[in-house]
Structures are given as C-alpha cells and as structure tokens.
C-alpha cells in the first residue's frame, strides 16, 4: 500500500482549525463575490430538476477537471506523485479562488502548489 504523505504542520491542532477557518472565510469569501449584483429572482422559476442537473454538472466539471489535470501531471517524473484526492482538492480551491476579486488567484496557486512538488 503507498504511503500516505504527512503534513508536518498540519499535526498540530492549532494550525489545522487555523487552516480550517482560512478555508471557510476564503468560500465565503468566494460565495459573496459571486453573488454580487446576482438577481435570484430567477431561479424561483427553475424547477428543481433543471437546478439539480447544473449542479451536477458544476461537480462533474470540478472532478473531470482534477482527473484531467492529474493524468496530465503523471506524465512528468515526480519524486512524489500528485494523488487525485490531492488534485481534487487543489482544482476545487483554485476554482473556488478564481471568484474572488484578483486576477486568477486560483491559477497562480495551483502553479506555485505543483511547483513546489
């Protein structure tokens, strides 16, 4: 069975709920960016199948984008290869990111992630 990867820093209690509360601002944070000037009047008049489908596309999207992104990466002799939890995670906070008012903050993180790998 391979090793799973250790975080040295995330061991301590008080750098993972650090980590965990930075996570939850940065969604919300993306959440309120995203619904700046959004009128919601409109989806009242969706039905319910029509709202379940896109949101099952939105998570399709987000897992083919990891899966894609990771059978790219396995082409490149890595020391450690980039698991697809990992790759999930990684292209699930990028696309989160990219709502935030900056240009493209998900992109420039997710490269300077694998770079350091």
């Known amino acids: 069975m391979a090793k799973r990867l250790q975080?040295?820093?995330?061991?301590?209690?008080?750098?993972r709920a650090t980590t965990w509360v930075?996570?939850?601002v940065?969604?919300?944070?993306?959440?309120w960016f995203a619904a700046q000037g959004v009128d919601l009047?409109?989806?009242?008049?969706v039905s319910a199948v029509t709202l379940g489908v896109m949101a099952f596309?939105?998570?399709?999207?987000v897992l083919l984008s990891a899966a894609l992104f990771g059978s790219v990466t396995k082409v490149f002799p890595l020391d450690r290869p980039v698991r697809y939890a990992t790759m999930?995670?990684?292209?699930?906070?990028?696309?989160?990111?990219?709502?935030?008012?900056a240009v493209r903050a998900g992109l420039f993180g997710r490269a300077a992630y694998l770079k350091k790998r």
């Open 7 to 15: 975080t040295p820093g995330l061991k301590r209690p008080w750098v």
């Open 41 to 45: 009047s409109a989806v009242r008049s």
């Open 88 to 101: 999930l995670a990684l292209i699930a906070g990028s696309a989160l990111l990219n709502y935030l008012p």
């Open 22 to 24: 930075l996570g939850v």
């Open 26 to 31: 940065l969604v919300a944070a993306a959440v």
């Open 57 to 61: 596309a939105v998570a399709g999207n």
